[in-house]
Structures are given as structure tokens and as C-alpha cells.
């Protein structure tokens, strides 16, 4: 298997769990059929239209090739009509964000290298690549972001964008240094959400009495 042909798989297997990972949250919050799909598509393909954009590749693949967005409409409808074999949806939709997150960490950070992007900007490229669907996802469903609260998540697509772009720096482009790279990135996010690790949160002082009022 090429590395073009990996990446594809991987960015559509992305694309499928993003899906998911939408398609669960909006059944949880009793949207309709076209409420899920549209959820759905969002989470999938949002991150991956800006990583286009950002790497000037336009039309974004999730307009220019029907694959991605077949994947993303048939996962999210696939959810609406089995979900009620999906137990425990909160389980569900942590579990598909975090391979998700992983995967388009991984694809965003390879394309952007792939389009000469300097190494820091490919960083930040990979980054928003991943956390951009859940951002999407979460605003629709009127949920603060998870990449706002004090969970381990941007912090964890970071890392893996840092080691694929340390990959790239070795030569170390197969498959299975990049997957490599992805579990790094889902096995963080499952290990911070068990461990209930975060990042610091500033502590609000109580106004003391006799301070002024603005």
C-alpha cells in the first residue's frame, strides 16, 4: 500500500468516525433525520475544509471528491436508524472523537508538509485539521467546546502534529510511523479522559467587601 493510498484510507476512516462522533451527539440531543446528518457532516468535514483552504487546495476535497462527503451522509444516517443498538451514547461519542482526533491529526499535519507548509504552521494546521469537526459539533448541539474546557484535547492533536512533523524530519514516512503518531494521539485523549487530567484553569478571586463595582 502506497503512503497516498494510506493516507486516503485514513483520512476517509476520519471522516466515518467524525461522522459518528456527530451523528451520536445530535441523536442525544433528539434532533431530527436532517438535523443528524447535518451535525454529522459538519463534525466530519468541517476541519478538513479548513485545512484545504489553509494549504490552498481548493476546491476542498470534501466538495471536489463525492467520497468524503458519501462517507460522512451514509455514517450519520447509519447512526440515526441503529442508534438504539448504541449503548451508553456519552461512551460512544468520546470514543469515536478521540480516533477521530487521532486520525486527522495525522492527515492534516501530513498534508500540510506534503504543501511545503513550514513545520510550526503544519503543526497548527494538523491541530485545527483535528479539532475542528468537534468544535463544529459541539457549537451545534449547544455544548461549550470540548477544546475549551479543561480537558486534554487540542493539547493532545498538538503532540501528535509535533511527532509527524519529527517523523518527516527522519525520513520517517510509512505507514506505520503515522499510525504510530495516531495512537500517540488517541491513547492520550482516552488516558486524560480516564485520568481526568486538564489543563490549568485560572481561579476567579470572591470580590472582597468594600471593593469597587465597574
Do not use: N
Amino acid at each position: 500500500m502506497t503512503t497516498s493510498t494510506a493516507l486516503l484510507l485514513a483520512d476517509l476512516a476520519g471522516v466515518a468516525v467524525f461522522a459518528a462522533s456527530g451523528a451520536s451527539a445530535a441523536v442525544a440531543k433528539r434532533l431530527d433525520l436532517f438535523g443528524v446528518a447535518f451535525v454529522g457532516f459538519v463534525a466530519a468535514l468541517g476541519g478538513g475544509i479548513f485545512r484545504d483552504l489553509a494549504i490552498d487546495e481548493v476546491p476542498p476535497l470534501a466538495f471536489a471528491d463525492w467520497r468524503y462527503a458519501a462517507t460522512a451522509a451514509i455514517t450519520a444516517l447509519a447512526v440515526f436508524w441503529l442508534h438504539p443498538q448504541l449503548a451508553r451514547l456519552r461512551t460512544t461519542v468520546l470514543v469515536l472523537d478521540a480516533a477521530g482526533l487521532a486520525l486527522f491529526t495525522v492527515t492534516g499535519t501530513v498534508k500540510a508538509l506534503d504543501a511545503q507548509v513550514p513545520a510550526v504552521g503544519a503543526c497548527l494546521i494538523g491541530m485545527l485539521t483535528a479539532i475542528g469537526g468537534g468544535l463544529g459539533r459541539d457549537l451545534l448541539t449547544a455544548e461549550i467546546p470540548v477544546v475549551l474546557r479543561r480537558e486534554i484535547y487540542a493539547v493532545a492533536a498538538l503532540a501528535g502534529s509535533i511527532l509527524v512533523v519529527l517523523l518527516y524530519a527522519t525520513d520517517q514516512t510509512g505507514p506505520v510511523p503515522l499510525t504510530a503518531a495516531a495512537v500517540l494521539v488517541f491513547g492520550l485523549r482516552l488516558i486524560a479522559l480516564r485520568r481526568r487530567w486538564s489543563a490549568p484553569v485560572a481561579t476567579l478571586r470572591p470580590p472582597r467587601t468594600g471593593d469597587p463595582e465597574w
